[in-house]
């Protein structure tokens, strides 16, 4: 029997919600929580130094002043490349006049596409551990050191003397609140912690193993034992400050460490401990928006910036990876 069908019918109209919806990762923790500083240059540079160790052995009385300290013996300077990160658009004259759904204009969403592609592409670099590359043109472009490596992830960087150097790291797999103030045992040893406190930047496998530190798993029941006053009528499962031996840690979860250049996979392991005091994005021009000349066929431009991670002394920091 012959019917029509929404199949075999012409001039059946489309339904076509006004609603676009972009779910991925944006938020940028390291950026954020960072200084901010002018680079003048394509190459800035910090200097590091170190004090003596004490020496409590005592002076003879009556014993002159016959010999000299250098003080500034141990001072080095250590420093990294700007990196130019960039992302375009452009949408033809005949788009910008078409009424498309979800979008009151195609040019303004193209261009806060753009600037939101930039943001992850800079905190993806500054938590890599990419190092640093001048630019040599023929493909060879500039390139920013990112954190990873400033720590010593794939060896240490020749510029950075011995004595500042990452000491406090975790390489063995799965963090256990034993293996977790090992690293912030080393880190105060290593520098006495001057900033205070410390924020750890954690992949989500890494962020769920420190949550588990508030958990006690009884070996009779298999089941977690949470002591907690049940006045708030909830139960929180959840570390975000950890307070130990050596200070506090603020725990902040991150899907942009480690991550490799045009790949969207997520290190889940990888962490970066960092004290916020001594780690600073230099930037050569900040962000920007142009718009290009329309040559006839629509409207066009780019967002773009210009930046380098500066990393005041590694071993004010550490990592889990």
């Not at 016959?66 to 990160?85: E, L, P, W």
């Not at 303004?108 to 596409?113: G, Y």
């Not at 890599?128 to 794939?154: C, E, F, H, I, N």
């Not at 725990?251 to 600073?280: H, K, Q, W």
Request: hydrophobic share 35%; proline share 3%; glycine share 10%.
């Amino acid at each position: 029997m012959a019917k029509s069908t929404t199949y075999n019918t012409s001039g059946n109209k489309e339904d076509l919600t006004s609603i676009i919806s972009t779910l991925e990762p944006e938020a940028s923790p390291f950026v954020s929580l960072m200084k901010k500083g002018k680079a003048t240059g394509t190459f800035f540079e910090m200097q590091v130094d170190r004090l003596n160790s004490p020496d409590f052995s005592g002076i003879e009385e009556g014993e002159d002043v016959s010999s000299f300290t250098n003080q500034s013996a141990d001072r080095a300077r250590i420093g990294n490349y700007v990196q130019k990160f960039r992302d375009t658009f452009m949408v033809s004259d005949l788009q910008e006049m078409v009424d498309t759904a979800g979008v009151a204009s195609e040019f303004a969403n193209a261009e806060s596409k753009a600037v939101r592609n930039v943001k992850r592409s800079i905190e993806s670099a500054f938590c890599s551990s990419q190092d640093r590359q001048a630019d040599a043109g023929a493909g060879a472009p500039y390139k920013t050191r990112g954190m990873l490596k400033w720590l010593g992830v794939g060896g240490q960087p020749a510029d950075v003397p011995a004595f500042a150097q990452n000491v406090a790291n975790d390489t063995t797999g799965t963090q256990t609140e034993t293996t977790f103030n090992s690293v912030l045992q080393e880190l105060y040893e290593a520098n006495g912690m001057p900033g205070g406190q410390l924020t750890l930047l954690a992949g989500p496998s890494l962020k769920k193993e420190i949550s588990n530190f508030s958990r006690q798993l009884a070996a009779t029941n298999g089941t977690y034992v949470v002591n907690q006053d049940a006045e708030s009528k909830k139960i929180t499962l959840s570390v975000s400050v950890y307070e130990g031996d050596f200070g506090l840690c603020n725990i902040v979860p991150s899907l942009f460490i480690n991550r490799t250049s045009g790949s969207d996979a997520v290190d889940a392991d990888a962490g970066l401990l960092i004290d916020p005091e001594y780690v600073s994005m230099m930037s050569l021009k900040a962000e920007s928006v142009t718009e290009l000349e329309n040559q006839g066929g629509g409207r066009r431009g780019f967002v773009d910036v210009v930046a380098g991670l500066a990393c005041l002394s590694p071993v004010a920091h550490g990592y889990f990876n």
